[in-house]
């Protein structure tokens, strides 16, 4: 499974939540595909205001403060189904 974590140059939040996704996609064996939304007008439409984002397939793992075990949790659940 592949994960999509949106971000953009200059985002404090999105530093801090890169560590995490990196550490849990580790722990989980998947790859993470980086997004900038400024590539794309609608990813700024969609994630401008909540970035970072955390996606998986097209569900919204988490975004904003991204929390590494609520992050973790949602990420097994999904894998699990």
């Known amino acids: 499974m592949k994960i999509d ?3 953009r140059p200059g985002c404090h939040l999105c ?3 890169k560590i995490i996704v990196q550490l849990i996609a580790e722990e989980l064996g998947l790859k993470v595909h ?3 939304i400024e590539e794309k007008d609608e990813w700024t439409e969609e994630y401008g205001l909540i970035i970072p984002v955390l996606k998986a397939g097209k569900d919204i793992i988490a975004y904003g403060k991204i ?3 609520s992050a973790l949790t949602k990420l097994r ?3 699990n189904k």
């Open 5 to 7: 974590f949106y971000t």
């Open 15 to 17: 530093e801090e939540a």
């Open 34 to 36: 980086e997004r900038n």
């Open 67 to 69: 929390d590494y075990v």
């Open 77 to 79: 659940q999904k894998i």
